[in-house]
């Protein structure tokens, strides 16, 4: 069988990163959608680059909000698969960034489709929804949940969700949309709550910071393992027909969960460092999300292994490990600066 060739939007991020190594070693031919940015953007994906032939894994440059530059790199790599995952993915800065996360998160998948469409292409298309479209629907949430969604990320996605529902129905486009729960890893955006967590306790149990300062404590959330994740990404595009799949562990945890299992692996008592301030509270909040993934287990045989505090220990040890690295690269530049 010849060897697929897969495009991934959002490759520079969490699960991009992560989806690239797992299609690599399944010997897929990988390109990645890079936007421009006024720094080095690839910090999640360089060991490929250093790794890996640029035959099999290669970036292109273009953005969401940029149709003209998805209809290039289309036409130039006509992808057997679609993994499209690149998105304004902070919530609470969607409410900073109502039209910008629109724009990308929304229209992005109709520039995608209507690219895919224009030049009569057939790949498989993954598109990454969201549990956050569930909202205020109360826990636990499957496929038939109402949507009711609480932020303009929310909406954004909701919106994405129906258009690939409308153009699976109506065009016979093979898309599958994949409503997955809080997933984390080391390689975490650093403002996201779990990884803001388990950076700022290791830094603290080294005397790089005194305090850490969080929002609301008491939201909760399902929180998996992001490389475990992305293998359900794949299991949807290889599944007989597009479907609709919550991926999530079926557990949820507080904020504050979060926080005490993180201070207690570091050994020391959260209450004396972690404070809270408005400033990190949403104009609203989604309370409490707790997927079920019975569907996915069922078709796609998936289901999650590492559970909440392997998944703590893991950020845990990876934040410690990185902060003490780069503390001792420090100190190195500073003994290395004294004439
Ligand atoms: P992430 O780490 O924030 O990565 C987002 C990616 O999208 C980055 O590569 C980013 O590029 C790219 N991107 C942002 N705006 C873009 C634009 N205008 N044009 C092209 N690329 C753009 O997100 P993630 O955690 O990997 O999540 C992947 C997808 O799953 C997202 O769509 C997210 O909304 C969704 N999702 C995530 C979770 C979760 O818990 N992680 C759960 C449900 C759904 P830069 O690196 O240049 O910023
Ligand atoms: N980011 C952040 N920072 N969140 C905080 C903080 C803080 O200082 N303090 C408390 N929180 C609370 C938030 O209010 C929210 O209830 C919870 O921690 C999780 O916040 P995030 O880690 O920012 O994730 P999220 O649940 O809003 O969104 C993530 O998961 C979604 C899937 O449910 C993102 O990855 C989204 O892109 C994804 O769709």
């Not at 796609?300 to 410690?320: H, K």
Request: aromatic share 10%; with cysteine; hydrophobic share 40%.
């Amino acid at each position: 069988m010849p060897r697929r060739t897969a495009l991934i939007t959002g490759v520079t991020g969490q699960d991009g990163s992560y989806l690239a190594e797992l299609l690599l070693a399944k010997d897929y031919r990988v390109f990645g959608v890079v936007r421009q940015s006024s720094v080095f953007n690839t910090g999640r994906i360089d060991h490929l680059f250093e790794k890996v032939d640029s035959s099999r894994f290669d970036y292109v440059r273009g953005d969401l909000t940029d149709g003209s530059s998805l209809g290039r790199l289309l036409r130039l790599i006509k992808p057997d698969e679609i993994y499209h995952l690149g998105a304004q993915s902070h919530v609470q800065v969607s409410f900073e960034i109502p039209e910008y996360t629109a724009d990308a998160d929304g229209l992005g998948l109709v520039r995608l489709l209507e690219g895919v469409r224009e030049l009569d292409l057939r790949p498989r298309i993954y598109n990454a929804c969201s549990s956050e479209m569930f909202g205020s629907a109360p826990p636990p949430q499957d496929e038939t949940s109402p949507l009711q969604p609480c932020s303009p990320y929310a909406a954004a996605k909701v919106f994405a969700y129906h258009l690939a529902r409308v153009y699976r129905s109506g065009y016979g486009t093979w898309i599958a949309n994949g409503i997955l729960f809080n997933h984390e890893s080391p390689r975490r955006g650093e403002r996201f709550v779990t990884r803001k967590i388990t950076r700022a306790a290791a830094r603290i149990k080294l005397g790089l910071q005194d305090e850490l300062v969080l929002g609301n404590l008491s939201a909760l959330r399902d929180w998996g393992y992001a490389p475990e994740y992305v293998d359900a990404m794949w299991r949807m595009l290889q599944a007989s027909e597009p479907g609709d799949f919550v991926i999530a562990t079926g557990e949820s945890h507080s904020v504050q969960e979060f926080v005490e299992a993180t201070f207690a692996l570091a050994g020391l008592d959260w209450r004396r460092y972690v404070r809270t301030d408005p400033a990190y509270l949403r104009p609203v909040e989604v309370d409490a999300l707790r997927g079920d993934a019975s569907l996915a287990r069922r078709v796609l045989g998936w289901q999650p292994c590492v559970n909440f505090p392997e998944l703590v220990r893991i950020m845990w040890e990876a934040d410690l490990q990185r902060e003490r690295i780069l503390l001792e690269g420090t100190a190195a530049h500073a003994a290395a600066a004294v004439p």
